[in-house]
């Protein structure tokens, strides 16, 4: 790769590492604002579902204008309204405030990793594509990782100086992309699609509901909402019982973060070739169940933290093997069958915040407890939905499902 090209993959790649960062400095530090605001888990909950929901219906949108526009004026746009909504953040008083900043936030942000991924197809060869994917997943994904810690430290100054010194890192990301970062999409090149885009299109989903993928599409839902029913409420579950600040919970969040990465770098590829995706999705769905229970059970910083690694952990093998068995026993298209399956995790995304929430105004166990019970029904349906054939290789499942 030529040195201008390797700059331009640098810039990228700190882009996307500060919007992550930013997206994981805000975990820690929402539950005190909340708090201090006289708001509970409903709201949390809420607030928390508004960026999902906002990311669900605009993400499309900006990759149409940047391929209408080309991809250096999105990305702007996207990085300067992140610049926005972090000091917004900062300077927020009342609870509406919150609400504007993360819908915002969520409009905006969603104009940055898409268009930042088309940027490298663009610009770059074929055979230097993974490697650059490659990169701009790893900044995003130790954005996500170190972002609580260093929000939770930096709150101990003020809980608004973390969403300053993101929003100041932003700005340098804004500037840089600004001067130095040229358009990769010629004006010869673009177009704007004739093709009429939907954003739930019902006929999809029914017919996906009734094909062999239709058991995996509910499990993912499952899956995905219970991983957001317990990292959603975490922090004002954790401040509420054990009085825990955004330090502690900024370290705990990293935790599961570093435990989810290195669990899907190192173990998904060997414990799927070895026990293949369906006993991998049984085995998980019952752990992620006993993953809560043991939360409900833990009562120092040290048994939370274990805790919350080992649902992590379970939630890392399950998710890439949710995937993977959808990929393969797809009867539809493999776009149309991906995108089904990020749609339901959207869906994930939106419900188990909202319940968690709800359920811990009702009592603080609840979304716990809850969440218990939803991973092991959702084992409970596995084990009818996902049958092993007596001749099936781990790994080389490919018949259909029997719902």
Do not use: C
């Not at 909950?45 to 993400?59: D, N, P």
């Not at 230097?128 to 101990?156: N, S």
């Not at 990301?173 to 009429?196: C, N, V």
């Not at 499952?222 to 955004?246: C, E, N, Q, R, W």
């Amino acid at each position: 790769m030529n040195t201008p090209k390797r700059r331009n993959l640098y810039i990228l790649t700190f882009t996307l590492f500060v919007v992550m960062l930013g997206y994981g400095v805000i975990i820690p530090i929402l539950p005190f604002y909340i708090e201090n605001m006289g708001a509970g888990g409903t709201e949390l909950g809420l607030l928390t579902a508004s960026y999902a929901v906002m990311r669900l219906i605009f993400g499309p949108i900006w990759g149409g204008l940047s391929d209408r526009f080309g991809r250096k004026p999105i990305l702007l746009i996207g990085i300067a309204g992140y610049v926005i909504t972090m000091v917004w953040f900062g300077l927020a008083t009342e609870l509406w405030m919150l609400f504007a900043a993360r819908i915002l936030s969520g409009i905006l942000s969603s104009a940055t990793a898409p268009t930042t991924m088309a940027y490298i197809g663009d610009s770059t060869p074929e055979n230097e594509r993974g490697g650059g994917m490659g990169l701009l997943g790893a900044a995003a994904g130790i954005g996500t990782i170190f972002g609580p810690v260093l929000g939770g430290f930096l709150a101990d100054t003020s809980l608004a100086t973390p969403f300053f010194v993101a929003a100041g890192m932003a700005m340098l990301s804004l500037i840089l992309t600004a001067i130095f970062l040229p358009e990769s999409l010629p004006a010869e090149t673009r177009h704007i699609s004739e093709d009429e885009h939907k954003l739930v299109d019902l006929k999809s989903w029914r017919e996906a509901l009734f094909s062999p993928i239709g058991s995996l599409l509910i499990l993912t839902l499952v899956s995905t909402s219970g991983l957001m029913i317990f990292a959603s409420v975490f922090g004002l579950y954790s401040l509420d019982k054990f009085g825990f600040g955004p330090d502690d919970i900024g370290v705990m969040m990293m935790v599961l973060g570093l435990v989810s990465a290195l669990a899907q770098g190192i173990l998904v590829g060997p414990v799927i070739k070895r026990w293949g995706d369906a006993m991998v999705i049984k085995i998980t769905l019952l752990g992620t169940g006993a993953g809560f229970i043991l939360m409900l059970l833990a009562n120092n910083y040290l048994t939370i933290l274990l805790a919350t690694a080992f649902f992590a952990l379970m939630t890392a093998l399950q998710i890439p093997a949710l995937t993977s068995l959808t990929s393969r026993r797809a009867s539809v298209p493999q776009g149309i069958a991906m995108g089904l399956s990020n749609s339901f995790v959207s869906m994930g995304r939106i419900v188990g915040p909202i319940w968690g929430g709800v359920a811990l105004d009702i009592y603080p166990g609840l979304p716990y407890l809850s969440g218990a019970v939803v991973m092991i029904a959702g084992f409970g349906l596995s084990i009818i939905w996902l049958p092993e054939p007596p001749t099936e290789t781990p790994g080389t499942d490919d018949e259909p499902l029997d719902k």
